[in-house]
């Protein structure tokens, strides 16, 4: 157990909807990394938040967006639903706003049909 | 974006056997993490390498860092069906980020099965 939990385990929607995904990181970690999953694009960044800020981007479509509350939680929100999207959406956090070691949630499984 | 390639992408081998897979970059890395991922679970951190040349060893499984920093390998011996999972290496993706933000660039992972 990692101390990062991540709801729902598992998400069915259809496309074109919008749904929410909640991190809580590690007790003490400030910052708060999401990572998208598919078997043909392996683990992709999308986005980093640090101490409710953001300080990264990466692969992340105008479609989805993030954000960090005050109690450190984070949450996803991925709209437009396309069959594409549909993958294993991972919340990671760390300490530092620059930490080579990252400590993983045990995933959302999102399923556009 | 600085690319980490690791193969073999399939493994499957005997119990007891011993094994090594690589991951390797064009790019030069500060350090490279190992994770492994079990099937419905997120990636547990195994290692971080940092030194050009360091090895670490953690029970059965070694991993090193090449001297250049390019590049590591794990290696495992004596194989147990319990090894079996997705192997990922991973690394910080210079330049920095928005201040200093990293990012984390992920190898495509080999697979390893371990039959009893």
């Known amino acids: 157990d990692s101390g990062v939990t991540q709801t729902p385990k598992h998400l069915i929607t259809a496309t074109g909807q919008r749904v929410t995904l909640r991190c809580s990181p590690r007790?003490?970690?400030?910052?708060v990394y999401w990572y998208q999953q598919s078997l043909d694009q392996g683990l992709q960044f999308l986005i980093q938040?640090?101490?409710?800020?953001?300080?990264a981007k990466g692969n992340i479509l105008e479609r989805f967006s993030a954000q960090q509350f005050p109690d450190l939680h984070s949450e996803l929100n991925l709209s437009s639903l396309e069959l594409g999207d549909s993958a294993l959406y991972f919340c990671?956090?760390?300490?530092?706003?620059?930490?080579?070691?990252?400590?993983f949630g045990p995933g959302t499984r999102l399923t556009v049909t | 974006t600085q690319l980490l390639e690791q193969s073999p992408q399939f493994l499957s081998i005997q119990e007891g056997e011993n094994l090594t897979v690589y991951c390797n970059s064009s790019?030069?890395?500060?350090?490279l993490q190992w994770y492994r991922q079990e099937p419905g679970e997120g990636p547990v951190l195994l290692v971080t390498v940092v030194t050009g040349g360091e090895v670490k060893k953690l029970k059965r499984l070694t991993f090193q860092f090449g001297d250049a920093r390019k590049d590591s390998s794990l290696h495992i011996t004596a194989a147990q069906p319990g090894d079996t999972g997705l192997y990922l290496c991973?690394?910080?993706?210079?330049?920095?980020?928005?201040?200093?933000?990293?990012?984390?660039?992920f190898g495509q992972g080999t697979r390893l099965t371990i039959n009893p």
């Open positions: 990671a956090s760390s300490v530092a706003v620059i930490d080579y070691e990252q400590y």
């Open positions: 007790s003490g970690d400030l910052s």
């Open positions: 790019s030069v890395f500060s350090s």
């Open positions: 991973a690394g910080p993706n210079l330049p920095q980020g928005i201040q200093g933000a990293q990012k984390l660039v």
């Open positions: 938040y640090y101490n409710g800020e953001e300080r």
